[in-house]
Structures are given as C-alpha cells and as structure tokens.
C-alpha cells in the first residue's frame, strides 16, 4: 500500500507567488514523523522542514509552512514568494517506528515545481 | 568539508559483475541510511545501520544486495552480480541519533550503471 502519495507530479508557479505541494500519508501509528525535502537538479537532498504528529502548531521555517491536518492526513508543504532558485522536485517524507525496533523513512514520489519568471 | 560523502560518484559496470559503493558519514554520527532512486522516481528505503547493526534488512531488493558497517563509520554497499535494473543513484544519509524527529544528511549519490 503506498504510504506517502504526492498527486502533482508537476507544478508550475510564478515568480513572488505563493504555491502548495500536497502530500498524503497513511499509517496506524500514532507516533510518526513528517518531513519535506528539496532535491536541485545537482542531486542532493536538502532538509526543508520538520513536523511531528504531536505537535499541536503547524511548522514554519522561513517561507516554507507545513499545513498540518491529522484528521485528513495530509502536510501540505507551502511555499510564499516564489524565487526562481525554488525550482526543484519536492519530496514529502514520513518516519515511522520499525517493528524490529528503529525507525524507517517513507519517500513519496516527488513533485517538480517549476518557477515562471 | 564535513558532510556525507560517498565513493565513487559513478560506476559504471557490466551486468553480473559485482559492485562496492562506500559511504563516509558525518563524524559522529550513529544511525546510517542507504536509498535507491530511480531514475525519476522517488527515494526506496533500503537499509538503516544504528552503529554497527541494521536491524532490518527487509527492504534490501534481493539477496545479491548486502550492507555493513564497521566501527560505527563507514558503510559499503555490495550487490553482486548486478542486473540492468540495479541502475539507479544510491543515496546515503546519516544523522546524530534516532528517533521521530530526525534530520538526515544526505551524500552526493553514487550513480549505478549497469549495461
């Protein structure tokens, strides 16, 4: 069963704009973790933001939010004012409890966002 | 610099030959990742080291993937007789402990070709 769904696998938005990449998440713990990454066209994976499944308050680092709705299990990442260097794939992430102990982490397919000059 | 590095960036090899990739994590750091990424796709768990142990080796693709970790530093990646469709990036990341919330450090990626 696919644990961590992304339905946009392309965006596109205009330069100083606002845009929201969806990401929804299926687990039975109650304990888990949600992250959202960037991935350049260079190829490295950079950290963006963090949510935990307790904490009460929506994330925010910087101009990237994370619209956190459990009931719905969705953590919209929202990015405000575009900038062109925001071109990348996007990929939402969770981190769930291993049965054997440890932790695992669940990448969805990513979605390329494309920003318009 | 003193981020995640691995070895080599590319590798290019012929099917059935076997393959090392190697990952030099962050010092310091306990807990070890390998992914796989197609090419498009997203990040495939593959195996997670706490120190020297993986205490799950479920998500490795078949038995001609195996992993260590030796001193609580540096991992290798082996896959033996390599298939066309072990191409991919394969991507590192470490972090400073475990737990839900987590950073990891990812490396640069060791891009597979298998012809």
């Known amino acids: 069963a696919q644990k961590i769904t992304q339905t946009q696998p392309g965006m596109f938005v205009q330069e100083k704009e606002a845009v929201t990449l969806d990401c929804t998440y299926d687990t039975s713990d109650q304990s888990y973790g949600l992250f959202w990454y960037k991935q350049p066209s260079s190829g490295e994976m950079i950290f963006l933001i963090y949510?935990?499944?307790?904490?009460?308050q929506n994330a925010t680092e910087g101009r990237y939010s994370l619209n956190f709705q459990k009931a719905r299990k969705s953590a919209n990442l929202v990015i405000s004012a575009s900038q062109l260097g925001d071109s990348a794939m996007y990929f939402c992430?969770?981190?769930?409890?291993?049965?054997?102990?440890?932790?695992?982490?669940?990448f969805g397919a990513g979605t390329r966002l494309f920003v318009k000059a | 610099g003193a981020g995640v590095s691995q070895s080599p960036s590319n590798k290019v090899t012929e099917k059935g030959k076997d393959v090392e990739l190697r990952c030099d994590p962050i010092?310091?750091?306990?807990?070890l990742y390998w992914y796989r990424q197609s090419l498009g796709q997203g990040l495939e768990f593959l195996i997670y080291f706490q120190g020297n142990s993986a205490p799950d080796k479920s998500g490795l693709p078949s038995d001609r993937f195996s992993a260590e970790r030796t001193g609580g530093s540096v991992s290798t990646l082996t896959i033996q007789r390599t298939q066309q469709e072990d191409s991919a990036v394969y991507l590192c990341?470490?972090?400073?402990?475990?737990?839900?919330?987590?950073?990891?450090?990812f490396g640069p990626g060791t891009r597979l070709l298998v012809l």
């Open positions: 992430a969770m981190r769930e409890p291993f049965n054997t102990g440890g932790f695992k982490t669940i």
């Open positions: 010092s310091g750091h306990t807990a």
């Open positions: 949510q935990g499944s307790y904490d009460e």
């Open positions: 990341a470490s972090s400073l402990r475990t737990g839900l919330r987590e950073t990891q450090y």
